[in-house]
């Protein structure tokens, strides 16, 4: 008999997944200890468990798996090849599908982008910040940027200037991190500078000091002055995403806990691993969190019942903690497939937004 965790590692199903297969009645298994509800699954099930993990990775809708599961048992190999194809032809129409509308995109986002062009070049802005308040708004995003080359856009941090207000922004789509300081010397409208990362990474360099440093954005170009030092270069020429769109969540239930505790409470607590999505992609280490009735914190095990918890990357919550950079922070839960924020008691305007990861299909 092999234990859960044991068919989960051997068939390429992850234990969420296998316990959301027994409860639909798709892959049962052989014995459940009725003390423990612990689930065990006989050898020959194995071979069963890693058909439907192929199954499920081409997309096969639950109830057409069904069928093919129970043909495969019963050597019923016309019924299965028919399965089969049909689910192909349907793949094939959808990617037709999809064709189509991403063409249509294209021509629109030609058109965005021809509209774009003939606007007029925005003056250039000089503005003064405090060195130590942007060192700290750099440090509590620079862990979101993003490092897939296939993503550019998200290559760098977004300087956004509006009013005497700085925020700086950086995601990788599966996090998101903002920060806020004040500026004087500018007052004007709204102006941006996607800032690629090594030159953010020499700014961050040169803000050593308590003193106030000089930014100026001119066309594709942006310089930090810092006394006699200066740290300069182009713009990324993309368009960073609407992240303003993306921090208006529901309000959750908030939690604050103690930094080191819970950061304790992580690196030592149970993990899971998630599923390998495609060729080439690693699993991650999930932590899967919970706020019991006292309004704690905890960090779950491999238990049953997944209701109303939410799992994230485990790396990026310890990133985000260090980014929190606070003794006590405060976690917001709302819905488990809402993003989990991680925000500062004493300072709304910087947080991080982790996004979560599925335990059931």
């Known amino acids: ?63 057409d798996i069904r069928l093919v599961l129970a043909g495969w048992s019963g050597a019923d190999t016309d019924l299965v090849r028919g399965l089969l194809e049909a689910h192909l032809r349907r793949l094939a129409r959808g990617l037709a599908d999809a064709r189509g509308e991403f063409s249509t995109l294209r021509a629109l986002l030609d058109q965005r982008e021809n509209i774009m062009t003939t606007a007029a070049h925005t003056p250039p802005v000089r503005l003064s910040v405090s060195a130590t308040g942007l060192a700290a708004a750099l440090d509590a995003v620079r862990f979101a940027v993003s490092a897939d080359p296939g993503l550019p856009m998200l290559g760098g941090v977004l300087f956004d200037v509006e009013g005497d207000t700085l925020h700086l922004v950086a995601t990788d789509r599966y996090r998101l991190a903002v920060a806020r300081t004040d500026t004087a010397g500018h007052g004007g409208p709204r102006v941006q500078a996607l ?30 002055e810092a006394g006699d030092r200066q740290a300069a270069g182009r713009c990324l020429a993309h368009d960073f995403p609407d992240y303003r769109r993306l921090v208006h969540l529901p309000s959750g239930r908030r939690t604050p806990v103690d930094t080191a505790a819970f950061r304790e409470a992580l690196e030592t607590g149970p993990v899971r691993a998630s599923e390998v999505r495609g060729p080439g992609e690693a699993s991650q280490d999930l932590s899967v969190l919970a706020v019991t009735d006292d309004g704690t914190v905890t960090v779950c095990g491999d238990g049953d019942d997944d209701r109303d918890r939410v799992a994230v990357d485990r790396a990026f919550l310890l990133d985000a903690l260090t980014a929190g950079d606070r003794d006590r922070l405060v976690l917001e839960f709302g819905a488990p497939t809402a993003p989990v924020a991680i925000r500062r008691p004493d300072d709304e305007s910087t947080f991080s937004l982790l996004m979560p990861v599925r335990l059931d299909d």
């Open 1 to 63: 008999m092999r234990s859960i965790g044991e068919m989960a590692r051997d068939s390429g199903l992850g234990v969420s997944a296998l316990r959301f297969y027994d409860r639909a009645g798709v892959l049962v298994p052989a014995w459940v200890d009725p003390a423990s509800g612990y689930r065990w699954y006989a050898p020959e099930q194995l071979d069963e468990a890693r058909l439907l993990a192929r199954l499920r990775r081409a997309g096969m809708p639950l109830a």
């Open 195 to 224: 800032v690629p990362v090594p030159l953010a990474d020499a700014m961050r360099a040169l803000l050593g000091g308590d003193q106030r440093v000089g930014l100026a954005v001119d066309g594709d170009r942006v310089t930090l």
